[in-house]
């Protein structure tokens, strides 16, 4: 049984790691398929999100993000955790920032995933892909008339089959590459251009996520 989700706590994430000046998530775990919230209806259910606590720290903001529609819900909170009413069927990421008592930020989590889980699902979709390279605006140098495109990619099932690359210097991009098995490929572009593209998961069952239009320029 998963866990790390529901009032109980508890989970893969409890004995987190100490590192220097990064504030230590523990439930939901990463990327985890997410079955312990309280139901409140078919639609939604409240979700125990937890971390551990930073010394010095005040206050703490926690951000969760729906991967769906990119909605942000954010709260602040005195406490360790806080409980937050969540859409079901849906893929969130989570971090917090903690603050002192002069509102100074102290450190930062990293970006974690979850899937809160809904009735009559039985394979998820998988995360949108996290674009890794180029970034949002970077410059990237030509070399040999090609780019070389990195991403990452998560999913709950373990079945991603393949990505769609989609790309062009006009919105929306268009596809240019099916079936890539790699999270990384080298692509033909033209220096001294503004370039659009994302990437499109695919999984076993023909679920799939987009991550998002990201834009790059090239010298």
């Known amino acids: ?3 790390g989700c529901g009032k109980s706590g508890g989970g893969k994430g409890d004995t987190p790691v100490p590192q220097p000046g990064k504030l230590a998530l523990l439930a939901p775990a990463q990327n985890e398929l997410c079955t312990q919230g309280s139901v ?28 769906e529609d990119g909605t942000v819900k954010s709260q602040t909170t005195s406490s ?16 917090v920032i ?8 102290l450190a930062k ?33 030509v070399n040999n008339g090609k780019v070389n495109l990195k991403w990452n990619a998560t999913d709950v099932d373990n079945d991603i089959l393949n990505y769609v690359i989609y790309l ?27 370039y659009y593209w994302k990437i499109v998961t695919r999984d076993a069952k023909g679920n799939t996520s987009d991550s998002g239009v990201y834009q790059f320029m090239t010298e």
């Open 40 to 67: 409140i209806s078919t639609t939604q259910s409240t979700v125990t999100l937890k971390w551990a606590a930073f010394n010095g720290a005040s206050t703490y903001e926690l951000a969760i993000k729906n991967l």
């Open 98 to 105: 903690s603050r002192s008592a002069s509102n100074a930020v």
């Open 80 to 95: 360790t955790q806080a409980d937050a009413t969540l859409d079901r069927n849906q893929p969130y990421s989570w971090s």
């Open 168 to 194: 062009g210097e006009s919105q929306p991009p268009a596809l240019v590459q099916t079936g890539i098995t790699t999270t990384t490929v080298d692509i033909n572009v033209v220096a001294g251009k503004t």
């Open 1 to 3: 049984m998963l866990t």
């Open 109 to 141: 989590s990293d970006t974690w995933k979850f899937y809160n889980a809904g009735p009559s699902i039985v394979d998820y979709a998988p995360f949108p892909a996290e674009i890794i390279s180029p970034s949002i605006n970077q410059v990237i140098t």
